[in-house]
């Protein structure tokens, strides 16, 4: 028989964190107020009854997460849906032509692994540019007259 929850808004803080060290195993944070606490525990139930995010989300939050903690600015990597692995990217800039080779897990560039092309773009101009569009993935907008 399955156990209806409470609403997690007439629970009082004490409860409310037990509730979160039953499901993450650790305490909350010391200064986690109720509204934190009910996101938390929330999620958690959310989560366990329908499911979780989907790997793709997982991942591109995992990197936002690592690029926060390693002091660079975060972005999110680019779908790559539409390439395969193994493929080769090709692009000639100032003369000098460039080869990206696409992985499961990013792209091999110059006997380094980098998360997006944008990164890549930005290595060989020196300027930000979108990776995509850099190496020709993306189509240009038709200009309107």
Do not use: C
């Not at 909350?28 to 989300?57: C, I, S, Y």
């Amino acid at each position: 028989m399955n156990q209806v929850e409470p609403d997690l808004g007439t629970l009082d803080l004490g409860e409310l964190r037990k509730r979160w060290l039953a499901a993450y195993g650790n305490p909350p944070p010391p200064r986690a107020g109720r509204e934190l606490l009910e996101f938390g525990v929330g999620w958690h139930l959310q989560t366990k009854a329908h499911g979780g995010l989907d790997r793709t989300t997982r991942e591109q939050i995992a990197a936002l997460v690592e690029d926060v903690r390693a002091g660079r600015e975060p972005g999110l990597t680019e779908s790559r849906s539409d390439l395969t692995p193994g493929a080769t990217l090709v692009r000639e800039w100032n003369g000098r032509t460039y080869q990206v080779q696409v992985l499961e897990t990013g792209y091999l560039f110059e006997n380094r692994v980098w998360r997006s092309l944008s990164e890549i773009a930005r290595e060989i101009t020196g300027a930000r540019w979108n990776g995509p569009k850099f190496f020709g993935l993306r189509q240009k907008q038709k200009e309107v007259a």
